[in-house]
């Protein structure tokens, strides 16, 4: 099993660009997440998938969507980056049953430059 | 306003002997602690967590303290070894929430 996937691992981008980033779990989990951390800082959550067809704002939703694609697969898009976007973003994703005790198992990140 | 605290932002210990990594809350309404380790480059890994009902848990050389009252835990890494050496999150989650809420993370050095 591959756990969590995440692409691009690295991406440069000008100011006012888009682009999707891509999550991928082969766990057969219900609950999937997306998370940024800056330096110096914990991680934040970006927004959430409880179960697939349904999705939630975290702490920092604004300038980001998200699409749940299917079961296996949720994306982060930026529609017009922006130079505070810089970030390193990680994807989770969480078994099935309430959220009681679920542990989140993250992605390797994907690095974002916005210049 | 930070809800979940690591003040310390580093941490040196000589290989073999206790690291002791804290971890303060302000939330009385988180009730399940995790504690997540991060090597460069890479996502974080869990490591080891406890729920409000208990006030320890055991993983091998991990050991996690939850203390209510004084909202505070702290995770026991004994003995402690070269490849411990990363960046510890603690992270704590309210009760039927999804949210985990992180700590700023502590900087782990095992001297060998």
């Known amino acids: 099993n591959a756990g969590v996937t995440q692409t691009p691992k690295f991406q440069v981008l000008k100011t006012g660009q888009s682009m999707t980033l891509q999550c991928a779990q082969d766990?057969?989990?219900?609950?999937m997440y997306w998370y940024r951390q800056d330096p110096g800082m914990g991680l934040r959550l970006i927004y959430y998938?409880?179960?697939?067809?349904?999705?939630d704002k975290g702490e920092v939703p604004n300038g980001y969507n998200v699409s749940r694609l299917n079961k296996r697969e949720f994306s982060l898009r930026l529609e017009s980056a922006a130079p505070s976007q810089t970030s390193v973003y990680f994807c989770?994703?969480?078994?099935?049953?309430?959220?009681?005790?679920?542990?989140?198992?993250f992605g390797p990140g994907t690095r974002l430059l916005v210049l | 306003d930070q809800q979940v605290k690591q003040n310390s932002p580093s941490l040196s210990v000589q290989e073999g002997r206790i690291s002791i990594l804290n971890c303060d809350y302000t939330?009385?309404?988180?009730?399940?602690f995790l504690w997540y380790k991060k090597y460069p480059a890479e996502g974080p890994t869990f490591l080891i967590s406890?729920?409000?009902?208990?006030d320890k848990n055991e993983d091998g050389r991990f050991t996690v303290f939850l203390n209510k009252s004084a909202k505070h835990l702290s995770l026991h890494i004994v003995p402690s070894q070269p490849g411990d050496s990363a960046v510890y999150f603690c992270?704590?989650?309210?009760?039927?929430?999804?949210?985990?809420?992180f700590g700023k993370g502590t900087k782990l050095s095992v001297i060998p």
């Open positions: 998938s409880a179960s697939e067809g349904t999705t």
């Open positions: 406890i729920s409000s009902i208990k």
């Open positions: 992270a704590a989650r309210g009760a039927g929430s999804y949210q985990l809420t």
């Open positions: 939330n009385s309404m988180f009730d399940y």
């Open positions: 766990m057969n989990h219900n609950s």
């Open positions: 989770a994703s969480s078994g099935g049953g309430t959220a009681a005790q679920e542990t989140q198992y």
